[in-house]
């Protein structure tokens, strides 16, 4: 080409060079996980000292009920009293004292060091979460009980995804009988299916201790999960309104013990279990969460927990759980800036869908209440992938076109970066006293492999070539994803000793 001083120019390489860059993983990868959130407040300052202040009275005044002995014990130590009525309650300071001493920032580790992520500030993580005891067939496209093989089948096609920062087990294996087995066997699929971060459930504190055997076997000798723990325990020992739970509560007690994080979850619902009025169910859910940071801190200060809020909502015409709905993801984000504004490590919930299709209904939901929580600034984001039919049901197919999304909100999450050279003065130049167009300019090149992320899922050809190509949805794409994983990836995570070890001890399945 022929530039404005008469020059003969030639761009550096050529077309089959541009395109050899383009299909190159960017150098820079535009959208990780771990951006910074926190730009979203739907609560102003004078809103979250009246949801603390609140909080705290229904704390010092009503106090909880049901509380196991050996906990009543331990929170009577640590400065609470007891009234007349059985409940206990929770002077201010002895409330800010737990804050305080709280773990602010901790690792959560996975046996793959290089998968491990920092909990805590401002950094988001989209992971899993939920019991769903229904799966959505991926060849019937209708839901079925779900079974052992699709715990292990979702564990390790999670396991290619970038965007699941951890994994809980999503599904409940309907099939095994036994609680014991159960939640053996939930433990032996995530150790086999992956080397993320990982947490599960214990049905009960007595199960914990083998299934802690069973995790040393696969860190590599006696004690060597409590020092690294990679797996953390999802309990809830508040049962809303304003009680504790005892069987949860010893789960507690045992988690402690032997060094497994927690995430302490609250899940009241508004209108049923909580305040209808949105201020009010923030104010009832962060006391009782509150609670159990009181009770971790009564235990031993500073334990590694998981503020995790998570506010629910069901439809009051009909008493449905509405997890997809707009007062949903409004709740969660205002729980995760009420948790970082305590500087508590925070985790939410989003993306729970009430579609049972992977559909319209199921894309509007999941975006809004993904990116609401995202822009909020939860630490962990829970439900986030895999979730559909109101917690009810796991999708493969959801999990796939889940992963992409959240590679669509991280983008939004990083923002825009404005230097001298991104301001592109120079760029604007050359363009306009040059060929007249960016295509092709080195500023552009640059910007293309830093700034922007190109889906693999989502169709952005014109109607003729979709047309040309099977005029398939996204759900059929999602789907011929999710078989090419499960056919090809078969991690071995576990040595032959490992697995022959576990199979000896335990009735694996």
């Known amino acids: 080409m022929t530039g404005t001083a008469g020059k003969t120019t030639r761009r550096s390489g050529g077309r089959a060079q541009r395109i050899i860059k383009r299909a190159a993983k960017p150098m820079i990868d535009p959208c990780p996980p771990g951006q910074v959130g926190g730009s979203f407040r739907p609560l102003t300052e004078p809103d979250l000292r009246a949801i603390y202040k609140t909080a705290l009275r229904l704390l010092s005044e009503l106090g909880m009920g049901a509380v196991p002995a050996r906990l009543r014990q331990d929170l009577i130590g640590a400065g609470a009293s007891e009234t007349g009525n059985g409940r206990v309650t929770f002077p201010a300071a002895l409330v800010e004292d737990a804050i305080a001493k709280a773990t602010k920032k901790f690792t959560l580790h996975g046996r793959d060091d290089n998968r491990s992520i920092e909990v805590g500030g401002s950094k988001v993580y989209f992971g899993t979460g939920g019991a769903a005891v229904q799966t959505l067939d991926l060849d019937r496209r209708i839901y079925r009980p779900s079974t052992l093989a699709d715990l292990h089948d979702f564990t390790r096609l999670q ?10 087990r999503c599904c409940v294996a309907t ?11 939930t433990a032996y699929a995530l150790v086999r299916n992956t080397t993320k ?8 504190a007595e199960h914990i201790e083998p299934i802690v055997t069973l995790l040393d076997i696969a860190a590599g000798g006696a004690g060597a999960f409590s020092r ?5 325990a999802h309990i809830s020992p508040v049962i809303s309104p ?23 979850i609250t899940a009241a619902q508004a209108g049923a279990t909580a305040p209808a009025t949105m201020a009010g169910f923030l104010t009832q ?38 997890g997809g709905s707009g007062e949903s993801a409004l709740l969660n984000a205002a729980s995760a800036q009420l948790s970082n504004w305590l500087g508590l490590p925070s985790g939410v919930a989003c993306s729970m869908t009430d579609a049972k299709a992977i559909d319209a209904q199921y894309g509007a939901e999941k975006g809004l209440s993904s990116l ?23 999708s493969f197919e959801a999990f796939i076109l889940d992963d992409e999304m959240h590679s669509h909100t991280y983008r939004i999450l990083r923002g825009i970066e404005v230097t001298e050279d991104n301001l592109g003065f120079d760029a604007i130049n050359e363009a306009v006293l040059g ?22 899922l989502a169709d952005r050809d014109e109607p003729r070539t979709w047309a040309e190509n099977g005029a398939k949805d996204a759900w059929t794409v999602a789907r011929e994803r999710a078989r090419q994983i499960l056919a090809d990836h078969h991690p071995q995570y576990l040595s032959t000793a490992q697995d022959a070890t576990i199979r000896e001890q335990f009735n694996i399945l």
């Open 159 to 168: 396991d290619t995804l970038a965007n699941v920062s951890w994994f809980t």
């Open 175 to 185: 099939d095994v009988p036994g609680n014991f087995d159960l939640d053996v066997n």
């Open 197 to 204: 971060p990982t947490a599960t459930s214990f049905t009960l």
């Open 228 to 232: 690294r723990p990679f797996m953390k």
């Open 242 to 264: 304003m009680r504790y739970g005892e069987d949860a509560v010893d789960v507690v007690y045992e988690c402690i013990r032997h060094n497994i994080p927690m995430s302490c």
């Open 285 to 322: 859910s962060l006391a009782e969460t509150l609670a159990s940071l009181v009770m971790v801190h009564a235990i031993k200060p500073g334990f590694p927990m998981i503020f995790s809020n998570w506010p629910l909502v069901v439809d009051l015409r009909t008493g449905s759980f509405s």
């Open 372 to 394: 609401a929580a995202a822009l909020a600034g939860g630490n962990l984001i829970y439900e986030s992938s895999g979730m559909t039919a109101s917690l009810l049901g796991a």
């Open 435 to 456: 060929p007249g167009h960016f295509l092709g300019g080195e500023h552009t090149i640059a910007a293309m492999e830093r700034d922007y992320f190109y889906p693999s």
